[in-house]
């Protein structure tokens, strides 16, 4: 008879922490930490009140020695360099996540404030009658004082076996998974969840990326997973058969992207793409999100060659079908 996952997990030496995300996304409850044995945690929680007492609940951090950080994303790094301080944790995520931090919280706010105006001007979302949009709001992370990186195939012994790093991309950066072999997991943070496709959006700070081309290239080398292999996500419970995932969120992203190229018909702007992406009434009120996402999938198309971009004349990039 199989093993269920919770056994499985427990062969293995690995705890499941659920953290709280607070208000700022309604549509997630949680954030996973991953403990691997008495001394390894994966992943902090948000930096807020609620995150360290839900920690001091769980019997806090005795006996940590290493965290590692599938991302630096505030949710999953925001709390490690309070575990460094206090614990003397050794902190360790990938150089361009960690990079990604120290950018966002050294950047003086009112240059965080100029580069998300210029990235509102150029979708359309400060012309008349676009839907205005706020931030999710929340505080820069502080990064670790003294981080050590993680690399593509680095291998990490830690108690109860080795767990290979391979990295991966789009959500973020440079995002980190941890595979045991051994016991056939993968800590995959936000690259693969069990129910909606992970979010895919562009920075303020580099508005013309295409990020969704790194996550279709990742999801494409996971479509034939072993379909026994469980995953442990950043947020949702565990589950198998991330190759199965991995398909239906690539089928999402079609389906987005194919969204975006039939509106494309005439000259449009990401404003007012945005109805038909989302399902909101034209000029209803959004999120900062909501025109990262939509740049990112008219980025690829236009990075696929099937869109083409130009600058309208009063200052907005317009957007048509090639």
Known sequence: MPLTIE????EAGVERVMLPMGKANP????????????SVLVDTGKDDADTRNAWQQAGGLGGITDIVC???HPDHIGLAHHFEAAYGARIQATTLELDAVRLGFNRAPDAKAGLRRKFLLDMGGLRSGASPTTPLGGSPTRPPVAPLTLEDGDRLAFEGGAWRVQ?????SPRPAL???DAHDLVITGDQILPDTAPYVGVSFGAPDADPMSDMIAF???WTHVNADCIALPGHGAPFTDPGRRARAHLASYERRLARVWAA???PLTCADLLPSLFRVSAGSPVLDIHYTMAAALLNHLVAADKM???RDADGPLLYQQR
């Open 70 to 72: 599938t991302h630096g």
């Open 308 to 310: 083409q971009r130009w």
């Open 27 to 38: 549509d997630l409850q949680h954030v996973n930490a991953w403990r691997i044995g008495p």
């Open 7 to 10: 056994h499985r997990l427990r």
């Open 167 to 171: 990295l991966g991309g789009g959500h």
């Open 178 to 180: 941890f595979i045991n």
């Open 219 to 221: 999801l494409n080398a």
């Open 264 to 266: 494309a018909e005439r």
